[in-house]
């Protein structure tokens, strides 16, 4: 991937510029238990394709804040935006903002909500260890979408309604339909399974996903039953990996970012967690699982694949 070296990124200074609730409203909790932004008990939706740094977040939330009780619903995406159209969750965590007309009907119920992007992620494409297609353009990947490729693959996703398909199709065949050897199998670990175990696989997942928990060192090394396949930039000819300076480059061409939209008026738990994941700690916990921080500034520095 361009002379065995590649990008890697750091946190530099925390920027509170961005962020749309003041972080210093850190009410406590009263002895009638009022929800403030530290205590309290709400429960949250997120896409599921998220559930690794978000499940660290909230460790983190909860050890910090014991009165407040936060529980996460990992979920589709459509699901995730039924639970706050409902009222069932005050906060929801997903790859994509409210559209203007979702906005809209908002304001018109009489109801607000606040969204804001914390991190960049990318959908990793997996391959079979023994596959030819390790480097790929995105002309040949929307052909596979579309069963036009020299190679007949099955095409894996997690679910029928998750946002990786929803990114997908949107991105790459807008308004056309998926080869009929397209799948859902139910889990993003089914998906890694699935790829590991049979040839003619091609899965999708998050790119926090395909990292090997086991591996300490600092750099992140992906999955070893699995082959992440690297994409042709265009502009510079190089084939690139959604390593987490590739993404923050935007260099590696699937990238998304993750929003959180709240109905919170900034004083209780959901603008709590929302001020958590926007905060050095929070961003920190994003830079660590291998995503792109967007509320931070960042420095970026080479260094040499051993």
Request: aromatic share 10%; proline share 3%; glycine share 8%.
């Amino acid at each position: 991937m361009g002379s065995g070296k590649y990008l890697v990124q750091g946190l530099m200074a925390w920027g509170m510029g961005m962020l749309w609730i003041s972080c210093g409203n850190k009410e406590t909790a009263t002895k009638t238990n009022i929800e403030t932004t530290t205590s309290g008990t709400i429960t949250i939706s997120v896409d599921d394709t998220y559930k690794p740094v978000i499940a660290q977040q909230l460790k983190v939330f909860d050890s910090s804040y014991p009165e407040a009780h936060v529980t996460a619903h990992y979920k589709s995406e459509k699901a995730c935006f039924e639970d706050l159209f409902s009222g069932t969750a005050k906060l929801i965590v997903t790859s994509r903002d409210l559209t203007e007309a979702e906005r809209k009907a908002y304001i018109a119920s009489g109801r607000k909500t606040r969204s804001l992007p914390v991190a960049m992620d990318a959908i990793a494409v997996i391959v079979h260890p023994n596959s030819p297609d390790t480097l790929m353009t995105l002309g040949q990947l929307q052909k596979i979408l579309q069963a036009g490729f020299i190679r007949t693959y099955d095409i894996v996703f997690d679910n029928g309604e998750s946002s990786t398909v929803r990114y997908i199709t949107d991105s790459l065949i807008p308004g056309a339909n998926l080869s009929s050897k397209a799948y859902a199998v139910k889990s993003l670990d089914s998906v890694i399974s699935y790829v590991a175990n049979k040839e003619n696989a091609i899965g999708f997942v998050g790119v926090s996903n395909i990292y090997d928990p086991e591996d300490n060192t600092g750099v992140g090394v992906f999955k070893n039953n699995i082959r992440v396949v690297a994409f042709k930039d265009d502009s510079t000819g190089i084939f690139y990996q959604p390593y987490q300076a590739y993404i923050a480059l935007r260099q590696y061409p699937l990238t998304r970012s993750m929003y959180f939209i709240t109905t919170d008026n900034g004083r209780g738990l959901g603008a709590g967690v929302a001020n958590f994941l926007c905060s050095e700690r929070g961003q920190l916990i994003f830079g660590k699982a291998r995503l792109a921080p967007l509320r931070v500034q960042l420095q970026i520095r080479e260094a040499e694949i051993k």
